[in-house]
């Protein structure tokens, strides 16, 4: 599986970024079958999870971006994509788009690192 993120920037506070990650997969060129995350890496910070999605659509969300952030995907175009709204300095970090098995998403580990075999190079993202 290969995934590449884009969309970072900077931002005022307040403001929205959207994020996008394109999925490729060898054999099914697509990530139906896989859980897709979104994590993010403050410096000196731990990676932690933002938001995953599966393939039916399930989402999660970290509660420090519930009611900011959603995360959808486009199952045609291969593209899990993390709208950010009302961006705050916390939220400065660099984003990683990220896929696991896809029993993942409905379990409560979906937000640790060590779930999640595939990972993008990384958007910065900066308010």
């Known amino acids: 599986v290969q995934l590449v993120e884009s969309g970072g920037g900077s931002v005022q506070t307040g403001g929205s970024l959207r994020l996008s990650c394109v999925v490729s997969?060898?054999?099914?060129?697509?990530?139906?079958?896989?859980?897709m995350g979104w994590f993010r890496q403050a410096p000196g910070k731990e990676r932690e999870g933002v938001a995953a999605?599966?393939?039916?659509?399930?989402?999660s969300y970290a509660e420090s971006v519930k009611g900011r952030f959603t995360i959808s995907a486009d199952n045609y175009k291969n593209t899990v994509t993390l709208q950010m709204d009302d961006l705050k300095p916390e939220d400065t970090a660099m984003y990683y788009c990220?896929?696991?098995?896809?029993?993942?998403?409905?379990?409560?580990?979906?937000?640790?690192?060590?779930?999640?075999?595939?990972w993008g190079q990384g958007t910065q993202v900066t308010v």
């Open positions: 990220a896929a696991a098995g896809s029993w993942i998403c409905v379990t409560s580990t979906w937000f640790l690192v060590e779930k999640y075999g595939y």
């Open positions: 997969d060898d054999h099914y060129n697509d990530f139906k079958g896989y859980c």
């Open positions: 999605i599966d393939s039916e659509r399930r989402t």
